[in-house]
């Protein structure tokens, strides 16, 4: 017996921020197109004793990480990791497969497109751009024809500042029978795992990602997997670069060591993480991303905010504020509720927010965002039916 009377309940909590005081900060959620969450698991690997990259773990490691990517692919093709993002691998890859002074042809139409063109400007080839608006998708005549005497052709299948996947089937297609012999290099960093990708089929020759993005594992790897019949085209000695040489790289890599030290831990990491994504086959892994991204296209429209692109990528819902809600004002307050959205990319910071299931979430995070669309667009004084983002989130989902 005591005769101390049971502490009072807790009152209800003032504000939002007061009732989630409790939450560590790592719970902010990340709902943008990469970093994206990381399944636990994979985040412990890399807790795991340092292993060597040369001993017989290490190179075990980096073959079975290499073997997973090309089988996330569906295609034959050889993968070579790097340490860098997205974007070292990419420079890898052009300059791996174009000789100096070579002819680029850069297809753009939204910001990571814009980035090859002016990668490959700096490295000094003969670049020429092939351009739609932002939002729109690439004609695949327009782009065959800049492309008729190029060596390479550099384009994005996912365009992750726009939300516009762009046929790269049709294009690669086109811009082949035209120039039987160019080179095609895919920026595949948000489609890689996530969008219907058959490059086998489609004839594209390398293909691009990266780590934080569909593959779910934390920042610090590129990938670039290369067809078999584009390695006998690489440079032998590309005159530019020697840390992002893919030719050596690659090399190495079949023969399971790399010439520098690689970020192995990550590695191992990722590995994990590929487990999962080939734990169901391709099509149903393409499909369920699709479903997801249709259930937030379907909570955008439910709210007034549409999608920018006609045709869309399932790694994220680029959507259109209802006037007089901006882009930054939507990704701001879902920041204060604890959701780390984007707004647009410069210059369309205020014309678009961008949400996204990318990486390890699953379709009940897809009606979980719709349910924080209608918080946010509610608290910022717009007017819908409650609930109808989330019913017709549930409604996509099927
Ligand atoms: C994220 C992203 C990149 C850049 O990748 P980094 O890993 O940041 O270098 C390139 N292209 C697209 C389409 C992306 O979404």
New binding site residues.
């Given amino acids: 017996m005591t005769d101390t009377a049971p502490a009072p309940l807790p009152t209800a909590p003032a504000s939002a921020a007061q009732r989630d005081a409790h939450l560590p900060l790592n719970r902010r959620r990340l709902i943008a ?2 970093p994206v969450e990381v399944e636990p698991r994979v985040l412990l690997e890399l807790a795991q004793p340092q292993m060597h990259h040369r001993a017989p773990e290490g190179v075990e490691t980096l073959q079975e990480a290499r073997r997973k990517l090309a089988l996330l692919l569906g295609a034959p093709y050889d993968a070579v990791i790097t340490t ?7 420079e890898g890859a052009l300059v791996s497969l174009t000789p100096e002074g070579g002819r680029v042809v850069n297809a753009q139409a939204g910001k ?2 814009e ?1 090859w063109g002016e990668m490959a400007r700096r490295l000094g080839y003969d670049t020429s751009i092939v351009a739609r608006p932002w939002g729109d998708v690439l004609d695949p005549e327009e782009v065959a024809d800049a492309a008729r005497d190029a060596h390479t052709l550099l384009i ?6 726009t939300g516009a996947l762009h046929d790269l089937e049709a294009v690669t297609k086109a811009a082949k029978a035209l120039n039987p012999d160019l080179i095609v290099i895919a ?1 595949c ?2 489609s890689y795992g996530v969008a219907e990708l058959r490059p086998a089929e489609w004839s594209v020759d390398a293909i691009v990602s ?4 569909g593959t779910a594992t934390p ?1 610090g790897l ?1 990938f670039v997997l290369f067809s078999p019949e584009v390695q006998a085209r690489m440079v032998k000695d590309t005159g530019r670069g020697f840390y992002l040489d893919l030719t050596r790289e690659l090399k190495g890599q079949k023969a399971g060591n790399t010439p520098q030290t690689p970020a192995i831990n990550l590695i191992s990491a990722l590995s994990l993480a590929l487990d999962r994504l080939l734990a169901v086959p391709l099509e149903v892994l393409w499909a369920e991303k699709r479903r997801q991204a249709d259930a937030l296209i379907a909570a955008g429209e439910a709210l007034g905010a549409p999608t920018w692109a006609p045709r869309t990528t399932p ?1 994220v819902a680029v959507l259109r504020p209802p006037a007089p809600l901006t882009g930054r004002q939507v990704s701001a307050r879902l920041a204060e509720m604890g959701q780390r959205a984007l707004p647009g990319q410069a210059p369309h910071e205020d014309a678009v927010f961008r949400v996204s299931t990318l990486g390890y979430a699953d379709r009940y995070d897809a009606l979980g965002i719709a349910g924080m669309l209608e918080d946010a667009f509610a608290s910022l004084g717009a007017r819908f039916t409650r609930g109808a983002a989330v019913r017709a989130a549930w409604e996509a989902l099927g």
């Fill in positions: 197109p990469g860098s993002s997205g974007t070292g691998a990419f990571f497109s980035r994005t299948h996912s365009e992750t500042s920026d960093v948000t990266g780590s934080q993005k920042p590129g790694a």
